[in-house]
């Protein structure tokens, strides 16, 4: 059984709570809950007057709620921050914290299909009750809108093959399973302890990648992340702080520039003077896990923590 130590072993956990700069009687938002591990961490030094929004879309994580007068758990897309603060009456948030990272349950779930490491239905939503899902994608998209979602998602230069050669399996044979889909694209497998293996270094890091692409299609992470970004630039109050982990260049890149600013592409506002006009000041260089943790937690060796306060 999954417990909230395993569900998810939290990345950067003190650098990130530390870049809070949290006061004890503020109010803070953790839209990423998961695990509950940087929820607790938040609430640990708050005081009694502090509050804390965690936000999760995931079933499973409601498991791992905190029983704690000042916490409030909001099963919903991160993505409607600034509806979800309105309706609790938050007029200002002074911080708010985002984990993006797939969570360790997720990977390990069998039945989830985030993974190649099991023969599993090609799901991959983090929201189970809604959405279209991986095998919806592979088995209704074009040839090209295929070919599109591998090379902007998970940057395959072989982007097009791969999408041809889906488009002709699926002509005779759905394909429904991670399995499915590794034996079309003709990936040998080793079996092991029920989980499939891929022997080849080079084709694991593709797999990688492809399943990434998929993901972030599935759950139209960037389009989300766009409206977690623009939500939190409007509900942090002056001297509050976005605290952001990212995993791969493309969420970084939206992440980078909102931080720079203000705006998620990067487009930035001048004076009259040619000063830069943005609502956040970049606080910090960009910390990444050391060697200690990257040992420890081996998901944790791309991330990147980004730390910014509202100045406007």
């Known amino acids: 059984m999954t417990t909230a130590e395993t569900y998810h072993v939290p990345v950067l956990l003190q650098e990130s709570i530390d870049g809070l700069a949290i006061q004890p009687g503020g109010v803070y938002v953790d839209v990423t809950f998961g695990g509950g591990g940087h929820s607790r961490e938040i609430l640990r030094r708050l005081g009694p007057e502090g509050r804390l929004y965690s936000f999760d879309q995931d079933a499973d994580a409601e498991n791992n709620i905190v029983d704690d007068d000042r916490f409030t758990f909001v099963r919903s897309n991160f993505r409607y921050v600034r509806q979800w603060m309105r309706y609790y009456g938050v007029d200002r948030v002074d911080g708010l914290l985002a984990d993006l990272g797939v969570s360790s349950h997720h990977f390990d779930d069998a039945t989830r299909g985030f993974s190649f490491r099991f023969d599993a239905p090609l799901d991959m939503r983090m929201n189970k009750r809604a959405g ?7 088995n209704g998209y074009s040839e090209e809108q295929l070919a599109d979602v591998f090379y902007l998602y998970g940057e395959l230069k072989n982007a097009r093959r791969i999408a041809k050669t889906i488009v002709t399996a699926r002509s005779e044979k759905t ?59 409007d509900v942090l109050g002056e001297g509050g702080r976005l605290v952001v982990i990212t995993y791969h260049s493309l969420e970084d890149r939206l992440v980078k520039n909102m931080m720079k600013s203000g705006s998620v592409d990067g487009r930035v506002e001048q004076d009259f003077f040619g000063r830069v006009q943005s609502p956040f000041r970049p606080v910090g260089k960009v910390i990444v896990p050391d060697s200690d943790e990257q040992q420890r937690n081996p998901r944790s060796r791309s991330a990147k923590l980004r730390i910014a306060e509202r100045v406007s």
């Open 132 to 138: 279209q899902t991986a095998a919806d994608i592979l």
């Open 175 to 233: 394909i429904a399973t991670t399995g499915d889909l590794l034996s079309v694209l003709g990936i040998e497998t080793a079996q092991a302890d029920s989980q499939l293996s891929i022997v080849n270094s080079q084709l694991k890091k593709d797999m990688a990648r492809l399943f990434q692409a998929l993901r972030i299609e599935v759950n139209r992470e960037m389009v989300v992340l766009t409206d977690l970004l623009c939500g939190a630039r």
